[in-house]
């Protein structure tokens, strides 16, 4: 079965960190642009970061950038979101891709998110 599976969302007070990952099973995420996107209730989807296949092209949504960086690793077939100093409009479902061109678009594959919260 290929898919993609997010994990390490949590409720985090401003200013704290998470890392997000992004695994997937049954093909191999080195041969995709991978991307992240979120969503927050009553909003639009927002891009959020991307990278290219090879790892050394990335680019950022300028409200994350120099706060977000993303990397893979095509060891583990997986793609993280570090994320650091985060404010309250960070909060929502960030959610995985995978494309075929950079920088991301023509999605192939999601996943079903994780919720990120933002709060004190």
């Known amino acids: 079965q290929l898919q993609l599976v997010e994990s390490g969302g949590d409720l985090v007070q401003p200013g704290g960190s998470l890392r997000l990952s992004c695994a997937a099973s049954g093909f191999t995420l080195n041969n995709y642009v991978i991307g992240w996107f979120r969503q927050a209730p009553g909003k639009e989807r927002e891009g959020v970061s991307c990278i290219s296949r090879s790892g050394p092209n990335t680019n950022y949504a300028d409200s994350v950038k120099g706060r977000f960086t993303i990397s893979r690793s095509n060891a583990e077939n997986t793609v993280y979101l570090q994320m650091n100093n985060l404010k309250p409009e960070d909060t929502a479902v960030y959610y995985c891709?995978?494309?075929?061109?950079?920088?991301?678009?023509?999605?192939?594959?999601r996943g079903k998110g994780t919720l990120v919260t933002v709060s004190s």
């Open positions: 891709a995978a494309y075929s061109f950079w920088p991301c678009s023509g999605m192939n594959y």
